[in-house]
């Protein structure tokens, strides 16, 4: 179990968001001091096709992409749909939304406080990490993917 129960938030769109405007929130986000971790919620987007006919051919979608973030390159993996934040304190929380207002120009969003992401390790992390896992990846592991969460370097 975590020391400290930090803040979470949720930023929640009202349409998915395309790779430029994911790449331009996510710059905003780690502009701001007190972040703690962030997980990118949505529809995956595979990279050979999973099921049907054309299974484990390449998946060309168009909006899976590399952008961008804090002069390190994120490679897409889900179509963003909400962001899912945890936070050092609540004073954190109004300063997150005034950085963020300018990219939503053409849509709305909202920030809800609550607990979104796992506090205690779960059976998918103790599988995932192992019995010494790293505090701050729990609850980033999706039991499905063969691939590791992915570190932002600009975010603690």
Not at 36 to 49: D, E, F, Q, Y
Not at 80 to 96: F, K, N, W
Request: proline share 10%; aromatic share 6%; hydrophobic share 35%.
């Amino acid at each position: 179990m975590t020391e400290a129960t930090f803040p979470q938030c949720r930023i929640i769109t009202e349409r998915l968001l395309n790779p430029e405007t994911t790449e331009r929130l996510l710059n905003k986000v780690v502009s701001v001091a007190g972040v703690r971790r962030m997980v990118l919620n949505g529809p995956r987007l595979p990279a050979t096709i999973p099921y049907g006919p054309a299974k484990g051919q390449d998946n060309p979608h168009p909006m899976r992409k590399t952008i961008h973030v804090d002069d390190q390159e994120v490679p897409l993996q889900v179509h963003v749909g909400t962001v899912l934040l945890e936070v050092e304190s609540r004073d954190v929380i109004p300063a997150l939304q005034a950085a963020i207002e300018p990219v939503f120009t053409d849509f709305t969003f909202r920030i809800q406080e609550g607990r979104f992401m796992k506090t205690e390790p779960s059976l998918v992390d103790y599988c995932k990490y192992g019995p010494d896992a790293d505090k701050e990846m729990l609850g980033l592991a999706d039991p499905s993917s063969k691939s590791k969460p992915i570190i932002l370097q600009g975010i603690k």
